[in-house]
Structures are given as C-alpha cells and as structure tokens.
C-alpha cells in the first residue's frame, strides 16, 4: 500500500504517520528524511542536496521529483510505503508516477495547528517559531492545495478532520482504506450487514449521475423508472407528463403503490446475493421504501435524496437528449403529491444539495458511501 499524508505543519502528519507504519508494517519517511539520507551519501547528487539544504533554499521541483522517484525505488519500500511532505506542488503531483492508493489529507484550521506548534509544543526547532510556522503554512495554501484538487479528481483524495484527538482520526484512516483496528490487529474490514442505497427526487435532481457514480464504484444499480421508460419507448410514445401519468397509474391500478419496488423484487434479491451494498434509483412512493424494508428484513434501507433548485433543474432537463420536455411545475406536483414520493424526500436518511458542481456532487455521494460502508 502506497499512502501519502498531506496537511499544513501542526496537523498530525508525523504523529499519524509513525502510528500507521507500525499498524500496517510499511515505512513512515518524509522528504526531509530523504534528503537528509542523500545528503550522507559521497556523491554530486549527495553534495549537491547538502549544499542546496544548508543555504535554505528549496529544492527544484525537477531535482525533487527525480530524487523521491529514485529513493523509493530501494527494496525496503517495495512493498509500499507512507510518504509525508511529497508531492508539494501540482507539477510534483502530476509527475509522480509510483501509482499511490490514496492521498490523506488531514485538515485543521491555521489557528489550531499554531496553537498546537506555538503553544502546546516543547520543541524548539528553529523552523518552529512563529513567523516560520506562518510562512509555511501560507506556502501550503499556495502551492499544495492544488494538489489536493488534483488528488481529489482521481477520487484518490480521502479528507479528514484533524482537530480530533489522535485515535480519532487514526480509526478514520484506517476506515478510509478499508482497514479495522481489532485486538492490536489490523483486520480488512467486512460489512456484515447488508444495505441498500434508494436515490429519490425530483426530476433534474441529479439521480441519473449518482446512480454513475456508485457504478463506477461497482455497485449494482437497479432503475425503477426503467420499466415506465422502457414502455414508452417500445410503443413509440411521446415522453410527455400526460403519458408517463397514465403508464404509471396502469401500472399501479395493478401492482399498488409499491408497484416499482414488486415488479424489481427478483433483480434486487438477485443483486443482494454477491453484493453487500445496492442502490435503486429513482424510489418513486414512500410504500415502495416500506415494501423494500417489509421484504428484505435483513437489509438496512437508507434513502438519499437529492435536491436542486427547480430554475437549476428545468435548466438540466431542457439540455438533455432524452425526454428533455419532461419537466415543469406539474410534474413535480405528480410526482410529490400523485406518485407520493413527498415522504420519502422528506424522511430521507441522507440529503444532498445538488445545485453545484459535478466535483462538488462527487464529495458528498463519496461521504455517503463511506458512512453506509463503514456502518
């Protein structure tokens, strides 16, 4: 396992660190400790990192990626490692080509980590006054936070509250990399209970794009708007309010309210069957949430409900290939009052306002899942 470990001076980089090199039995190093081993070494590239350190100036990005690329190419780190203080800046990044797992970013707040460094700290390192604290703290608003945007597209970004104590935020890692601390042991952590996961809300909310993302994750998706759609479609109708009205009322003169979740019973047994996490998307009636819960006991059935402005929905809508005039007031009374989905919007487990942007979306289903994961 490949970690790296950013955040501002005071956040608990070295202190979580060293913890998890003796938990998960992979070196803790950072750049200043590998600068320090080339230094020793009696050769240019030795001489010329104790020069370039001793006159306090920084080393070029180049010489940097180049020397942390060539360091963790030693047999010990093989197997993986914890790398602190790397990569600095968003050329660094892009450059890093040793396939991390993931980037934990410890957040706290300048004021806190001051206070911590300042206040609550014996050392007397010369990096550790004041004014040095505040300049390499700036230095990392900078330079590093790109870096963190970067991570953060590659879904590789996992962003932690630091201000917790040690063992907090230790558990939190840990859980973020699929690991649990048991007996002094660490364990891969196993879902033992069952989930699933029912996306509800109005048209243009952004169901489709949730439903993508816990694709991506390889999470079985199972649509309940599928079967409405699909008979539109086969028949060669027009995707209109009246018509999905009409469909959706058939359908329910003769399956009930709970219609969508009966007629997907088989396909969501089935999917429970090799898969500890589900999601159904587009719950369209509260009774479909109580048949979900009446008929997989064994399962948690949480709801997560997506919300957006309605001018941001209509917006959405009116650009799409498909079904682009299927929107407007009078659906979304249909489908809050008509179809009942009121209830499940209002009692959601999880709500997300979807009225930004994509990156932004990502962030809060990421939360979402690891909060039903780790439940």
């Not at 320090?36 to 990626?65: C, F, M, S």
């Not at 998307?281 to 479909?288: A, F, H, N, V």
């Not at 290939?321 to 008509?338: A, F, M, T």
């Amino acid at each position: 396992m490949k970690l790296v470990l950013l955040g501002i001076q005071g956040a608990g980089k070295s202190t979580q660190g060293n913890l998890l090199s003796r938990q998960l039995k992979i070196p803790y190093l950072s750049t200043g400790h590998i600068f320090r081993e080339i230094a020793k070494e009696k050769t240019t590239l030795g001489r010329y990192v104790k020069e370039t350190v001793n006159a306090g100036i920084l080393v070029p990005d180049d010489k940097t990626i180049a020397i942390v690329h060539n360091y963790l190419t030693k047999p010990e780190y093989r197997n993986g490692y914890i790398l602190d203080g790397f990569p600095r800046t968003l050329r660094q990044a892009r450059e890093f080509k040793n396939n991390v797992d993931k980037v934990i970013y410890l957040e706290i707040p300048d004021k806190d980590a001051i206070y911590r460094l300042v206040y609550r700290n014996d050392s007397k390192r010369a990096d550790e006054t004041l004014p040095a604290i505040k300049k390499r703290i700036e230095s990392f608003h900078k330079f590093t936070r790109p870096v963190l945007d970067y991570f953060r597209e590659q879904n590789k970004l996992v962003e932690l509250d630091a201000t917790k104590s040690i063992k907090e935020v230790n558990e939190e890692i840990l859980k973020s990399l699929g690991r649990q601390l048991i007996k002094d042991q660490i364990k891969v952590w196993e879902r033992k209970q069952k989930a699933i996961i029912a996306i509800v809300g109005l048209a243009g909310s952004g169901k489709t794009e949730a439903a993508h993302f816990f694709k991506q994750k390889n999470i079985p998706v199972i649509s309940f708007g599928k079967i409405i759609n699909d008979y539109i479609d086969t028949h060669k109708l027009p995707h209109s309010e009246e018509i999905h009205k009409k469909i959706r009322m058939e359908i329910r003169e003769k399956h009930g309210m709970e219609a969508m979740a009966l007629l997907n019973e088989k396909e969501i047994k089935d999917a429970l069957e090799n898969n500890t996490i589900i999601v159904t998307e587009g719950l369209q009636s509260w009774e479909e949430y109580l048949y979900l819960k009446k008929k997989f006991t064994d399962v948690k059935v949480y709801i997560l409900s997506l919300h957006a402005d309605k001018e941001i929905r209509y917006k959405r809508i009116a650009k799409r290939k498909y079904r682009s005039k299927l929107h407007g007031e009078e659906r979304d009374i249909n489908e809050l009052v008509g179809t009942n989905k009121g209830p499940a919007i209002a009692f959601a487990d999880f709500l997300i306002k979807n009225n930004y942007s994509l990156e932004d979306l990502h962030d809060k289903l990421e939360s979402v899942y690891r909060t039903v994961y780790f439940s």
